[in-house]
């Protein structure tokens, strides 16, 4: 309904490797949570709907670039 389509990237964990490709979406939000946390949305395979969360700031997260 929205006429975003994320790829379901994965992210990087905070030692370098690339974990969850093709089943989880992460994309940062611009709400920070605390120092060392920061406001994210999900996306999963087999499930409706956007997640909401705060994750460590050090993980490698998507970012969605919007056009002015």
């Given at each position: ?25 992460y994309w940062w ?23 909401r969360n705060s ?9 969605r670039c919007l056009?002015?």
């Amino acid at each position: 309904a929205s006429g975003f389509s994320g790829l379901l990237a994965g992210a990087r964990s905070t030692v370098g490797p690339f974990l969850d490709r093709t089943s989880y979406g992460y994309w940062w939000s611009s709400s920070a949570s605390g120092a060392a946390a920061a406001s994210c949305r999900t996306l999963t395979t087999g499930a409706r709907g956007v997640n909401r969360n705060s994750h460590n700031k050090a993980l490698g997260f998507s970012v969605r670039c919007l056009k002015d």
